[in-house]
């Protein structure tokens, strides 16, 4: 980038909010897929008029521009795999600009780390249930931008069923409302909608008013564990059917069972065929009560072989840490290792797993696989040693099949962590022509110049 760039963005929002340093830009180059695509500077917009002047000027000059939470993604969303600008959040747009108790809505900056919002709502008896497995440091702005689901999907939904409207930038500069405070808007085209989901490749958020509901006041944890896969699929989707809706249905197969116990030596089933873990929630025992004899009679008519309700506070904690650690437990499989997160109809999550144990088979590669099943969302992971490029490459076709698969079910290919770089030579899998022209066309409507954290999503 040429220095007279770096002057004037240092004009625009000071010299203290622009680096273009090794050091900044070897950070600001990776994310979770470990792949690193360094940027030509990072800056640290102060405000909405900040981000408004740096695009517009941005997009005079043709440079890139890749908004970026927390980095927590799995697909390379916010890599800046063309180079250009990191747009970075965390030190400046970073605050809870109001919570409001009457309207049950909270407004935030795109930098608001999730967890914080929710204690932040929970101290004044209010929830925010969107959860993602990297909530202790994913942000707000990330959430949106790739629909962050997590655990208590199954029953409260995921980032988008909580987005009420945005503020946003346009490429040229603009500043555009999507959406309004109220629960009901039907005026105009769903902006919003949108915009959630893309990727930082269309506008630049600056502001989120999020939805809000009341803090139920008593919880259950409960685990099942199961002879075989199948049987515990079963109870997935047959509880889900029944009329019972559990706060969170997360599964572990045999093989990430024995990875957790033989990483954290925390007591599980190690021949177990899976596990289901659930959460229920409600205001009065009798709601509670009655969930619990519910879910303990579907589990134990598809050969439920154990049935555990959490004592107290320490053994909730202890089933959880299961789920909550699987993903670093298995790297007793292999130092590499290509993580998706494939959505199906829930009635078809047994033939999903048994179809992935066949892949498994076929390229003789270990595929364990956890995940939100409540929601029909299960994360796959197809285990190599990243020294074997021969190795390497067969995962990468088991990780085509287990795509085709996931369509071929009636499914998609992210239920949560996006396209991003990763997936997107597979989009041709789940998309028509038609359809990838269209949103093509969008894209162009929105950013002419493609200056927008541009090629993600095959677009």
């Known amino acids: 980038m040429e220095s007279k760039h770096i002057r004037r963005f240092e004009k625009l929002v000071g010299r203290e909010n622009v ?33 408004s002047e740096i695009l517009k000027y941005c997009n005079e000059h043709k440079i890139v521009i890749v908004p970026r939470g927390a980095g927590s993604g799995f697909t390379g969303g916010a890599l800046p795999s063309k180079g250009g600008i990191i ?40 929830f925010y249930p969107p959860d993602p497995a990297s909530q202790d440091y ?32 346009l490429p040229n500069g603009e500043v555009i409302r999507a959406g309004k405070k109220t629960i009901k ?31 139920p006041k008593l919880s259950e944890t409960v685990m099942g564990t199961f002879k075989s896969v199948n049987d515990a699929m079963n109870a997935v989707y047959k509880t889900m059917a029944s009329g019972i809706t559990p706060v969170a249905m997360e599964f572990l197969d045999n093989l990430t069972i024995r990875a957790v116990e033989e990483k954290f030596s925390k007591g599980l089933p190690i021949d177990a065929g899976a596990i289901l873990i659930s959460d229920i929630d409600g205001d009065v025992k009798e709601q509670l009560d ?17 049935f555990k309700i959490a004592k107290d506070k320490q053994e909730v904690d202890d089933i959880w840490f299961a789920r909550r650690n699987a993903s670093p437990a298995l790297s007793v499989y292999g130092d590499k290792k290509l993580n998706e997160d494939i959505t ?16 498994s088979q076929k ?8 995940g939100h099943t409540g929601d029909g ?44 770089i990763a997936k997107a030579p597979f989009m041709y899998l789940a998309f028509s022509d038609a359809e990838m022209a269209l949103f093509k066309s969008i894209k162009k409507a929105f950013d002419p110049n493609n200056i927008l954290n541009p090629f993600k999503m095959g677009l």
């Open 363 to 370: 390229y003789n590669l270990k595929i364990p696989c956890f």
């Open 185 to 215: 808007d039907v005026a105009g085209y769903n902006t919003a909608g949108i915009l959630i989901a893309s990727e930082g490749t269309l506008a630049v958020t600056t502001e989120i008013t999020l939805r809000l509901i009341a803090k």
């Open 19 to 51: 680096y273009s340093d090794k050091a900044h830009k070897l950070a600001y180059s990776y994310d979770a897929t470990r792949e690193r695509f360094e940027p030509d500077a990072v800056i640290f917009p102060r405000d909405e008029n900040d981000i």
């Open 138 to 169: 994913s942000t707000i702005g990330g959430n949106v931008n790739e629909n962050a689901g997590g655990m208590r999907a199954a029953k409260y939904g995921i980032t988008k069923d909580f987005v009420l409207a945005m503020r946003a930038v």
């Open 377 to 420: 969302n299960v994360h796959t992971n197809v285990m190599v040693k990243h020294n074997s490029p021969a190795e390497v490459e067969i995962g990468h076709k088991a990780i085509e099949d287990v795509f085709k698969l996931a369509v071929e079910l009636g499914g998609t290919l992210s239920g949560e962590h996006g396209i991003g």
């Open 344 to 359: 199906v109809p829930r009635a078809e999550l047994p033939k999903l797993l048994s179809e992935i144990a066949k892949i």
């Open 290 to 306: 009655y969930q619990l004899k519910a879910l303990e009679k579907i589990f134990n008519e598809n050969s439920c072989q154990n």
């Open 87 to 126: 747009l970075a959040f965390e030190k400046h747009m970073n605050k809870i600009l109001e919570i409001d108790t009457k309207n049950l809505v909270a407004v935030v900056q795109p930098g608001v780390v999730n967890r914080d919002l929710q204690k932040a709502v929970e101290e004044i008896g209010l």
